[in-house]
């Protein structure tokens, strides 16, 4: 019930929602779409990967095979990187609207400079509303929480609505089932 209310508020607000059973699914989806969408070792078409629990137990020195990614966060290298991966710890069902403990400068780099964002969930990360999220965040844990609910978009007084102007162009939503949450 809460992916598919997610799913539909997300993709309502033109993010893209995909949903795997392991790991291994997650990570051979990222890495083709990569490379579909023009992944290489040049301005503007590489990918940077903050540092998260996805990661754990995988072989970065083979994932950097695929030239243009890297594991190594940097504001330069942010302000030039097409695609920028992080995790998010939650997804609000009722909004579809990720939320993360992002007092890491890597994760707000990777989720707000890159031309796409793809954003790392634990199907677990699901939960139903704002107050519930309200009984998970602690002050004295969290500096920095990022909130995130679609692609970038503004309007002027006219209403023309424009994406990607203060963020990325397209917003990447991968659950994964196996992955642990905070819950």
């Known amino acids: ?34 490379r579909k969408e ?6 503007n078409a590489c990918a940077l990967w903050a540092e998260c629990s996805f990661l754990d137990g995988m072989n970065l020195d083979e994932l950097q095979g ?10 330069e290298l942010a302000t030039h990187a097409k695609f920028g991966i992080s995790q998010m710890e939650w997804a609000l069902a009722d909004t579809g609207s990720l939320a993360q403990n992002s007092s ?16 790392l969930v634990p199907t677990s990360g699901i939960i139903p509303d704002m107050p519930t999220l309200l009984t998970k965040i602690h002050p004295e844990d969290c500096s920095y929480i990022a909130m995130i609910t679609g692609p970038s978009r503004t309007a002027d007084i006219e209403r023309v609505l424009t994406i990607g102007v203060h963020g990325p162009e397209r917003l990447i ?5 196996e992955m642990g949450g905070n819950n």
């Open 1 to 34: 019930m809460g992916y598919e209310q997610f799913k539909t508020r997300a993709e309502g607000v033109s993010a893209e929602v995909y949903r795997f059973n392991t790991k291994d699914n997650a990570l051979g989806f990222i890495i083709d779409f990569l």
């Open 38 to 43: 023009g992944l290489a070792d040049t301005p």
């Open 66 to 75: 695929n030239a243009g990614l890297k594991f190594e966060v940097t504001s």
């Open 104 to 119: 890491a400068i890597e994760q707000r780099l990777v989720s707000s400079l890159s031309t796409i964002h793809i954003a």
């Open 173 to 177: 939503i991968v659950f994964v089932d």
